[in-house]
């Protein structure tokens, strides 16, 4: 079982709709949660963390956390399409490394 | 601020050659990181420092490779011997020890092996 699991997509939303990227954790010890926007053969861009249950809101990026689910997902509001990229979950557990999904490639067509 | 740096941006070698690549984190960043990156894939940790200190190593982590961070600023990493399953996406990444841990992405250095 992977640590980090994604669907990596394509996920493809019309301009103006809002993308729900999800993932799920394995280790129950996490507990911080990264949400990275990576553009093709670019570095990885922070978005947002979120470590407590519930929801933590951003201008047009909402994080929701479920530790109980083991389940993290990222809202991207009035989606653009500038927002077209790869997103990166990542979680840190009880060491410092981030541990890394595959990442869901979101599309958003005009 | 500006930002993590690494040097060079692209690094084109022949098997068998050394290389070194350079990361400069952002200025009062503690911690440094280094990761790897293949195409389709996230970011796999290699190794991190702690001001000079290196604390963690991936177990995944050849002994073709090392790191240094000598005066708890910038950081070297080298690959001794390259093989062809080396290339890839080499990031680092910095962070501080206040509060969450944060890290920042440099923009990578990418490593072809022929």
């Known amino acids: 079982q992977k640590e980090v699991e994604q669907n990596s997509g394509p996920l493809s939303v019309p301009e103006g709709a809002i993308a729900s990227l999800n993932c799920t954790y394995s280790d129950r010890g996490s507990q911080s949660f990264f949400w990275y926007r990576q553009y093709s053969g670019k570095s990885p861009e922070l978005i947002m963390f979120i470590y407590s249950n519930g929801d933590k809101e951003d201008g047009r990026f909402t994080a929701q956390l479920n530790k109980a689910s083991q389940y993290v997902s990222l809202l991207i509001r009035d989606s653009q399409p500038s927002d077209s990229a790869t997103y990166l979950c990542?979680?840190?557990?009880?060491?410092?490394?981030?541990?890394f999904g595959t990442g869901t490639r979101l599309q958003v067509f005009p | 601020d500006t930002g993590v740096s690494q040097d060079p941006r692209h690094k084109i070698t022949k098997r068998g050659q050394n290389v070194t690549f350079r990361c400069d984190p952002i200025s009062e960043h503690n911690r440094l990181y280094w990761y790897r990156q293949t195409l389709g894939q996230g970011p796999e940790f290699l190794t991190y420092f702690q001001n000079e200190a290196q604390l963690e190593k991936s177990r995944l982590l050849s002994d073709r490779f090392s790191a240094e961070r000598p005066k708890g600023s910038f950081s070297t990493l080298e690959i001794q011997r390259t093989e062809q399953g080396d290339s890839a996406m080499y990031l680092c990444?910095?962070?501080?020890?206040?509060?969450?841990?944060?890290?920042?992405f440099g923009p990578g250095t990418r490593l072809t092996v022929l």
């Open positions: 990542a979680v840190q557990a009880g060491t410092d490394k981030l541990i």
């Open positions: 990444a910095s962070s501080d020890t206040g509060g969450v841990d944060t890290q920042y």
